[in-house]
């Protein structure tokens, strides 16, 4: 058994050339934080080298050893894991605060088995619910509930036909609030939108499928000044047409 804080710093070592490689900067687990997958390492020139768990040949006092250089390659992007969570915060699955992460110890294959905290107390690796880059959370003994349950609702659905979308349903815009609309433009009451007749549109509509009703540079006609008004686009054609 060895613990995360002893292979921060610790020199990264090919047998068979006999070279200093790099030395460990960041580690990375799973999403689950089962186990250790990867070591990140600078190398003398500064490079970011990635050093694989399955590669590491010996987790010595002062060094890592691997069995030759082609243990490590080129850091070229971001892979999906989770960075160490030593310093996190933990908690229950019902809030209550345990203690600030401050070691956590792997067996010979890399698994995670306990964590230690602030506190001198210690937490095993079987009672672990989720974690994030800054909060890690756990069950008490008595907790029956799996947080694996909790999933995010799906999408909404997307419509693909205009017979699919209710007559009751109402646009949703997400872009930010453009400048007002002059108070004499502004629609009212049964008013029609003739004005807008013959004037040019000076960037797409879309209705709320993503679905453009009106290109940019089009001039609006009776037809697409029909669309836009059905989906609810008449303000936003008012602002963005001359």
């Known amino acids: 058994m060895f ?7 610790l020199s990264v070592l090919s047998l068979y050339e006999g070279e200093l490689l790099g030395v460990v900067d960041k580690l990375y687990f799973d999403k689950k934080l089962k186990k250790l997958i990867e070591i990140e390492l600078v190398g003398e020139d500064g490079a970011k080298l990635i050093l694989p768990s399955k590669n590491i040949y ?7 050893t691997v069995k030759n250089n082609q243990a490590v ?5 971001e892979q999906n894991l989770l960075s160490c969570p030593i310093l996190s915060k933990a908690y229950t699955i019902k809030g209550e605060f345990l203690g600030i992460i401050k070691e956590i110890s792997l067996n010979d294959k890399f698994l995670t088995e306990k964590f230690s905290l602030d506190n ?5 690796v079987n009672l672990l619910a989720s974690s994030s880059k800054n909060t890690t959370i756990f069950y ?7 947080v694996k349950k909790f999933t995010p609702a799906k999408s909404p659905k997307i419509f693909k036909t205009q017979k699919q979308v209710s007559v009751s349903a109402q646009p949703i815009s ?5 400048a007002a609309v002059p108070v ?6 049964n008013q029609t939108a003739d004005f807008l007749l013959g004037r040019v549109c ?3 509509i879309f209705n709320f499928n993503n679905e453009i009703l009106i290109k940019a540079h089009a001039v609006i006609n009776k037809k697409n000044l029909k669309e836009v008004n059905k989906f609810g686009k008449l303000r936003e054609l008012m602002l963005y047409s001359k």
């Open 202 to 204: 000076t960037k797409d």
């Open 140 to 146: 008490e003994n008595n907790d029956k509930i799996n």
């Open 174 to 178: 997400l872009a930010p609030t453009p």
């Open 120 to 124: 001198n107390s210690t937490l095993d």
């Open 73 to 77: 390659t080129l850091k070229v992007e």
């Open 184 to 189: 004499d433009e502004a629609p009212k009451p």
């Open 3 to 9: 613990y995360c804080n002893e292979l921060n710093g």
């Open 58 to 64: 010996h987790v010595g006092k002062n060094a890592i």
